[in-house]
């Protein structure tokens, strides 16, 4: 289908923007200390969409915050990791020197555009305060700048909408906005939580085209971060799947769709309808996810799954490595396992 | 915009209509006259008053003649100091209560806010515990006793200040201390709670995003957010503060219209207590006039609300 014309227009180099190594993040409560994040690894190359998916509280959004530099300190701590961005280790800069780097070289979006914007605030000002303040031009400059980012982005009549303040736009245009804000200083990479989640479904679909018209035009690395493995399909190059702050199994798209390894992935993907396997049950995943307070110290989807052996509950697995981009975190990888039935496979 | 002010304008001549028959309606419904005085008890001196204040006529008819009085801004002579008019009264006091009530209010939302934007900014530290439990005492001392505190203390014990009326800007800290305190602590723990509100906000979360400097983000993002709750009591304070006016001019002897409206009442010396009265509510319906318009700028969702719809 039209995956074919999209390789042609989409350049994905090798160039690694973002590296993150064994990122540990860790909440300071009154309860104890929550493990959000566990020891996350990923890489991201310039020009690609990587979807970041898992159930609620897997911490998809405190992984991109980290690499935001958007964790409240306290009650939140980086425990442990590197956040390599061009080489560069973004745990180790001061606030001021993240600053240079938030809205310029790294922006987010955010699900919510009903409260994402300064109600206050005209569009215009929201628009060009980041470009004024990192690039330092003049007030004219940076109007013609918000007015070519809001055509880009699809909004009628610019000039006239930059006076305007956010209650006198739909949520649609909201969510252009806030993209067209996240894009103004030209950053390379791009982090989306959840973008259209709050969205209503024509208008989902049409801002995910806009993502994808975006990248081919600026050549930006994206993280999207959602439930919505539709929207996965539609955009992604690559997937990681996160479960109790570890990505438990990373791949290409058609490895993670065609070929899951993990019993959690193959969860997630039965959990969702498709419409080649009509008669197929929905099987939803029993169980919640462990308590983040004390994560068990073996596999943390052991409880769940149907394939747990004794192994698991007491030794995290190791990280196999099944192609250049496919890894997952299970004992079944382990040849002392049973192999597993061909029937179980969903792809 | 431009309709949302006439609508208002429109509700505060109203307001004042109102205010101004109660008061008419309350001053003849009290027992007693001008003329209980045995000096003037004389019954023909008294009849010949009567005259000249019209005060023999029908009540409708002094109705009528009070209302031209409100409309023309003429209030007539005083009755007990029967050699000055009553504008002249206002136009002596009022300037006084004026300024004292102004300061105050500048010191009380500047202090305020400021006190209440650094709690919030250093939640469950030091300053905002400090802030909080200076506020909670704030509210609970009511002005006259913080008066009387202020000029035995810093007045009469250490002599550091004048401990009475209103000559030069050092005699106004005290009264003006006394006076503001309250609304300073009021303002204080409202700022900061809705101040706490709009940290968390997503449109922040935002600006932290877009890299701003954290002094823009607090000035810029979420002051003005955040002081809508303060706008919105400003109205109730305002006629707080004009009220408290009253008891803090009679403990530091400024001869504010404080002075003059207490004696009128007193005296049934009907012209002053109609005609400071009415000055008074007037000038309060005004002021929450203008508040309404500052909200209205503040909040651009009221602003324009009829004017364009959705996108
Ligand atoms: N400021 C915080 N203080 C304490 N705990 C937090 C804080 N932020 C996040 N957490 C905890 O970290 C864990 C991961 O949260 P995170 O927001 O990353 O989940 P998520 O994967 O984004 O979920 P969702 O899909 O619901 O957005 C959760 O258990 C959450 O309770
Ligand atoms: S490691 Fe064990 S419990 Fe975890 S997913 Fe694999 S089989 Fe299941
Ligand atoms: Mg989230």
Same mark, same amino acid.
């Given at each position: ?14 160039? #690694? ?28 190359? *310039? ?12 911490? *998809?959004?405190? =992984? ?7 964790? $409240? ?59 004024? !303040?990192?690039? &330092? ?13 809001? *055509? ?44 259209? %989640? ?20 600026? +050549? ?25 702050? +570890? ?15 993990? $019993? ?37 989807? !052991? ?17 196999? *490595? ?18 597993? +039935? ?6 | ?5 006439? &609508? ?14 109660? @008061? ?29 204040? #019209? ?12 209302? #031209? ?6 209030? /007539?002579?005083?009755? +007990? ?32 806010? @400021?006190?209440? %934007? ?6 469950? /530290? ?15 001392? $009511? ?18 200040? $004048? ?17 503001? =305190?309250?609304? %300073? ?19 922040? &979360? ?28 400003? /109205?109730?304070?305002?006629? /707080?503060?004009? !009220?408290? @006016? ?66």
């Amino acid at each position: 289908m039209n995956e074919r014309k999209k390789k042609e227009k989409k350049m994905i180099s090798d160039e #690694k923007v973002l590296q993150v190594n064994n990122l540990q993040v860790s909440f300071r409560t009154y309860g104890g200390e929550v493990e959000a994040v566990r020891g996350v690894d990923f890489d991201l190359y *310039k020009g690609e969409t990587l979807a970041i998916v898992g159930e609620s509280g897997c911490g *998809k959004s405190v =992984t991109s915050n980290a690499i935001m530099g958007l964790i $409240p300190q306290p009650p939140g701590i980086i425990k442990n990791g590197h956040i390599l961005f061009k080489g560069k280790d973004l745990t180790k800069l001061t606030k001021g020197e993240l600053r240079k780097i938030q809205g310029v070289d790294i922006s987010m979006i955010f699900q919510d555009p009903m409260t994402a914007l300064n109600p206050t605030l005209t569009i215009g000002e929201q628009l060009t305060e980041g470009l004024r !303040t990192h690039k &330092k031009i003049g007030k004219q400059e940076a109007k013609k700048r918000a007015i070519d980012m809001l *055509k880009l982005v699809g909004i009628p009549n610019p000039e006239e909408r930059l006076k305007q303040f956010p209650h006198q736009f739909s949520g649609g245009m909201r969510q252009r906005i806030v993209i067209a804000i996240a894009l103004i200083c030209d950053p390379e990479l791009l982090i989306a939580d959840e973008p259209t %989640t709050a969205l209503d479904v024509t208008i989902q679909a049409q801002i995910l085209e806009l993502f994808e018209e975006i990248q081919r035009k600026k +050549k930006i690395s994206i993280i999207l971060i959602t439930h919505d493995l539709g929207v996965v399909a539609k955009i992604a190059d690559r997937i990681a799947v996160m479960y109790a702050g +570890k990505i438990v199994e990373i791949g290409n798209k058609r490895e993670i769709f065609y070929t899951p390894e993990h $019993p959690y992935t193959r969860g997630l993907l039965n959990s969702v309808p498709r419409l080649d396997l009509e008669d197929e049950e929905l099987q939803p995943i029993e169980g919640t996810p462990p308590d983040l307070f004390s994560p068990p110290k073996g596999c943390p989807f !052991t409880a769940r799954c149907d394939y747990a052996m004794e192994v698991c509950d007491h030794v995290y697995p190791f990280t196999n *490595k099944l192609s250049e981009a496919h890894r997952v975190d299970c004992w079944l990888q382990d040849e002392r396992a049973k192999v597993i +039935k061909n029937s179980d496979r969903v792809g | 915009m431009a309709k949302y002010i006439i &609508k208002r304008f429109l509700m505060m001549i109203a307001t004042i209509l109102i205010i101004a028959t109660l @008061t008419f309606a309350l001053m003849h419904t009290i027992p007693g006259s001008p003329f209980d005085d045995e000096r003037t008890s004389n019954p023909t001196i008294q009849a010949n008053l009567e005259k000249f204040y #019209k005060l023999d006529e029908p009540m409708h008819i002094q109705y009528l003649y009070y209302l #031209k009085s409100i409309v023309t801004f003429d209030f /007539g002579p005083s009755i +007990k100091k029967p050699n000055e008019s009553v504008n002249e009264l206002l136009a002596r006091g009022f300037p006084i209560s004026f300024e004292l009530g102004m300061v105050t209010i500048l010191v009380a939302l500047l202090s305020g806010v @400021t006190l209440g %934007t650094f709690a919030a900014l250093r939640h469950n /530290g030091i300053i905002d515990y400090t802030a909080m439990t200076f506020a909670v005492v704030g509210i609970s001392v $009511p002005n006259f006793v913080l008066a009387t505190l202020l000029i035995q203390q810093i007045a009469v014990n250490l002599e550091w200040l $004048p401990p009475a009326t209103w000559s030069s800007p050092l005699h106004m800290i005290l009264p003006t201390l006394a006076l503001a =305190t309250g609304p %300073t602590a009021i303002i204080a723990r409202l700022t900061r709670s809705s101040m706490l509100e709009v940290l968390t906000q997503d449109y922040i &979360k935002m600006a932290r995003a877009k890299g701003l400097s954290p002094v823009r983000i607090v000035v810029r993002h979420a002051l003005r957010n955040a002081l809508m709750p303060v706008v919105t009591i400003m /109205g109730t304070m305002l006629a /707080g503060i004009l !009220t408290g @006016t009253f008891v803090i001019e009679r403990i530091f002897a400024i001869p504010g219209m404080g002075k003059y409206f207490v004696e009128s009442i007193n005296n049934r010396d009907y012209p002053v207590i109609m005609g400071s009265t009415v000055f008074y509510s007037a000038f309060l319906v005004f002021m929450l006039f203008l508040v309404d318009i500052v909200y209205g700028f503040l909040d651009p969702r009221i602003k324009l609300h009829r004017k364009e719809g959705d996108a």
